[in-house]
């Protein structure tokens, strides 16, 4: 994982492990933004980030999932790609690819407080964009 981070220019960007727990596991936002940008490019990473809900067949169990970010159940959102994420140092996280105001649009936001947080803070900045002229969202 770190050589692609690094293959992609992701200069502030590391893993210590493969969960994305770790403390040293750290990113910022302008790298996190190039990796929602190029894993857009990949039709599978778009289909199962941005499923409501997936049910895995593992041998003798099922397990089922649900995404974590509310937007991708709300038909007023079309979101092409979607990650949530937390850790301690960091905070709750969303990232995602959607489309906002007629125009395609990278979302980071990094610390949220709670869950609600972050979902709130992307609605403001969907309202605040479609609340503009279109002149004044360039």
């Not at 302008?30 to 490019?41: E, F, G, N, P």
């Not at 593992?58 to 979101?79: H, Y």
Request: proline share 1%.
């Amino acid at each position: 994982m770190n050589a692609k981070a690094r293959s992609l220019g992701l200069s502030n960007t590391g893993f210590q492990d493969t969960t994305g727990l770790s403390r040293g596991n750290v990113s910022s936002a302008r790298d996190l933004a190039r990796l929602v940008d190029t894993a857009y490019q990949y039709d599978l990473i778009r289909d199962f980030t941005t499923r409501k809900k997936a049910t895995i067949f593992a041998g003798w169990r099922i397990l089922q999932f649900r995404n974590t970010n509310q937007l991708v159940r709300n038909s007023d959102w079309k979101i092409g790609l979607s990650k949530t994420g937390f850790t301690g140092e960091a905070g709750k996280c969303l990232v995602m690819q959607a489309q906002v105001a007629q125009r395609d649009l990278l979302i980071v936001l990094l610390d949220a407080r709670n869950s609600r947080g972050r979902i709130s803070d992307a609605k403001r900045i969907k309202y605040w964009l479609e609340s503009r002229s279109p002149s004044e969202r360039t």
